[in-house]
């Protein structure tokens, strides 16, 4: 079986380039570096987070669940803590410095949803904290999923169609009547993001035989969700140029950030977790992507910052990449590492199976086939392996957006 990586981290290193170039667009080149396309729009970058993000957590605690007969939340919240608290208060901490210098003001509110992971329900009141409403939707996640997942029983997946109907139903609602806390940063609005990777999950191993199968018919096939993204973002700017007054179905269900795209975005993560020996592949497994990818996180956390005018030079372009990443380096080594290194050394609950275990008993991969090369996510997904961080970091796992 190869050990070689899929490009999981390529993918969050190109959502965090989305984000941040994004940014860059808006406070340095005020949107004129490259208009028109989603493409390039920091939303289309933290939906792919959020995608992934739904994807891998359900991954592991379906792994979890055939292993152990159950999850445990006191090991899932704790592992959420401390995988994700360290860096977020360090920036909160950092800024209470900078405020406390008078570079930076936050109001009480700010701060207070801030600190209670609210934030997408209170993310327009200052640049600096904005960025933390992903993650307040990711934290809400993560409170509430867990719970279904583990008293639920099958019929989480009810729940989980529940949720991606009802999130562009908020949308469509959103489009027509403003309403404070409802608009699109919120949990309302963005939760089927998450929803749609969890899906995809728990029917991994069906999608990823029909992958299989129209591949082999032709090898063409992969290429299908790539095209109809162009082809939704196409459609978008095409009803704002013409008016054509679609945006009641495209706002909820057409754009890149709608149902449709994030169908198409975990489509492409499960081809790209099992194709990776293809042009596709081999770009998102280069050495630059996976180093990005494993700083996605403190990347994302950090660079809000560096395009802040408060903060004077420091925002300016090209010094303010530099900071960004020279900043989510110092990030990601003095802080999530050894966080990392604290979580792989929690108590484990149970023995390492075997294959028989599998989450993905049904699947049949051909083994021999040219055009399916196994790897170590495959291993993952075969052996429920336990979540073991410094695995996971290999296939780019990180639960944050």
């Not at 934290?139 to 562009?168: C, D, H, N, S, T």
Request: proline fraction near 4%; aromatic fraction near 16%; include cysteine.
């Amino acid at each position: 079986m190869k050990k070689q990586i899929p490009g999981l981290n390529g993918l969050r290193a190109l959502s965090i380039f989305i984000v941040i170039f994004s940014h860059l667009n808006i406070r340095n080149y005020h949107g004129q570096l490259v208009p028109g396309t989603q493409f390039l729009d920091g939303q289309f970058g933290v939906t792919i987070f959020f995608v992934l993000s739904g994807f891998l957590i359900t991954t592991l605690l379906l792994n979890e669940e055939n292993r152990l007969g159950e999850i445990s939340l006191r090991d899932f919240y704790l592992k959420r803590i401390i995988r994700i608290f360290p860096v977020y208060f360090v920036l909160l901490a950092v800024y209470n410095i900078l405020q406390a210098k008078h570079v930076l003001h936050f109001s009480t509110i700010s701060w207070l949803t801030a600190i209670t992971y609210t934030k997408d329900f209170n993310w327009n009141t200052d640049w600096e904290m904005a960025h933390l409403w992903s993650l307040s939707v990711e934290e809400q996640f993560y409170l509430f999923w867990p719970l279904v997942f583990l008293f639920a029983g099958k019929r989480r997946v009810r729940f989980a169609f529940f949720v991606v109907i009802l999130a562009p139903i908020c949308r469509m609602i959103a489009a027509r009547y403003e309403h404070p806390g409802f608009d699109m940063y919120s949990i309302f609005q963005r939760s089927d993001a998450l929803m749609w990777g969890c899906i995809f999950a728990i029917y991994h191993s069906r999608i990823l035989a029909f992958i299989q199968r129209m591949v082999s018919i032709n090898r063409l096939m992969l290429l299908v969700p790539f095209l109809l993204l162009i082809a939704v973002d196409q459609f978008t700017q095409l009803n704002h140029i013409y008016n054509w007054h679609l945006g009641m179905l495209i706002v909820p269900f057409g754009n890149l950030t709608g149902t449709l795209g994030c169908i198409l975005i975990a489509t492409i993560i499960i081809f790209t977790g099992h194709y990776s020996d293809n042009i596709w592949g081999r770009f998102l497994n280069t050495k630059v992507m996976n180093y990005i990818g494993v700083l996605s996180y403190s990347l994302y956390i950090w660079q809000q910052l560096f395009f802040s005018h408060k903060i004077g030079i420091f925002s300016s372009w090209p010094l303010n990449i530099v900071m960004i990443f020279l900043v989510a380096n110092v990030s990601y080594y003095f802080i999530e590492k050894p966080f990392l290194g604290l979580k792989n050394r929690m108590p484990k609950r149970g023995p390492y199976p075997g294959p028989e275990y599998s989450v993905h008993q049904d699947r049949q991969p051909e083994a021999e086939s040219e055009i399916y090369q196994p790897n170590i996510f495959d291993q993952i997904c075969a052996t429920n392996s336990r979540y073991d961080p410094l695995l996971l970091q290999k296939i780019g796992y990180s639960e944050h957006a």
